[in-house]
T-cell receptor, first 114, second 110 residues
Framework: DTGVSQDPRHKITKRGQNVTFRCDPI?????LYWYRQTLGQGPEFLTY????????KSRLLSDRFSAERPKGSFSTLEIQRTEQGDSAMYLC????????????FGSGTRLTVV | TQLLEQSPQFLSIQEGENLTVYCNSS?????LQWYRQEPGEGPVLLVT?????EVKKLKRLTFQFGDARKDSSLHITAAQPGDTGLYLC??????????FGPGTRLSVLP
């Protein structure tokens, strides 16, 4: 297993365009998380899946954001009608179940909206 | 909304010095984790602490969880340039996900 993979690593898009990011978690992990991180800040929680069920969404996740994990394996995060304020690092993490399981993060997708 | 504070925000020290960084909250954690993040990469888990008063050691790093489970510290002995990075604490407030602090940015100069 090569860990958590995210694609693409970098994305530059024009304001108003839609973008989609993909995350492939560690295969035996049933939990998958999306976080967003801006410069100088810690990661902020966006949403969380257990298997294919989306169990929690942050208020940060506006109507323009949608996430899916259709078969409980990979996940996608789509941002519609991007705004400059969406520019950030989007991090995906996976974990097993239980209080002592840490997150394994991917390397992130750096989004720049111009 | 649970809030995690970390101090100091920035720390620049010489190789060989010792340092301690702190993570605090007004709420009780069910568990707490420390991560290190390098530029352009995702955070990497260092340790998970669960029991109040727990102390864990990882080579030159010592992690302590406060008795009241509202605070934690990370102590590095004889810092090396390879320790440079953003140190993040993340607390589980009996929810389904971890809340991250803003981090302490450490720079160890050779």
């Amino acid at each position: 297993d090569t860990g958590v993979s995210q694609d693409p690593r970098h994305k530059i898009t024009k304001r108003g365009q839609n973008v989609t990011f993909r995350c492939d978690p560690i295969s035996e992990h049933n939990r998958l998380y999306w976080y967003r991180q801006t410069l100088g800040q810690g990661p902020e929680f966006l949403t969380y899946f257990q298997n294919e069920a989306q169990l929690e969404k942050s208020r940060l996740l506006s109507d323009r954001f949608s996430a899916e994990r259709p078969k409980g394996s990979f996940s996608t995060l789509e941002i519609q009608r991007t705004e400059q304020g969406d520019s950030a690092m989007y991090l995906c993490a996976s974990s097993g179940q239980g209080a002592t399981y840490g997150y394994t993060f991917g390397s992130g997708t750096r989004l720049t909206v111009v | 909304t649970q809030l995690l504070e970390q101090s100091p925000q920035f720390l620049s020290i010489q190789e060989g010095e010792n340092l301690t960084v702190y993570c605090n909250s007004s709420s009780v954690f069910s568990s707490l984790q420390w991560y290190r993040q390098e530029p352009g990469e995702g955070p990497v888990l260092l340790v998970t602490v669960v029991t109040g008063g727990e102390v864990k050691k990882l080579k030159r790093l010592t992690f302590q969880f406060g008795d009241a489970r509202k605070d934690s510290s990370l102590h590095i002995t004889a810092a090396q340039p390879g320790d440079t990075g953003l140190y993040l604490c993340a607390g589980d407030f009996y929810g389904q996900n971890f809340v991250f602090g803003p981090g302490t940015r450490l720079s160890v100069l050779p």
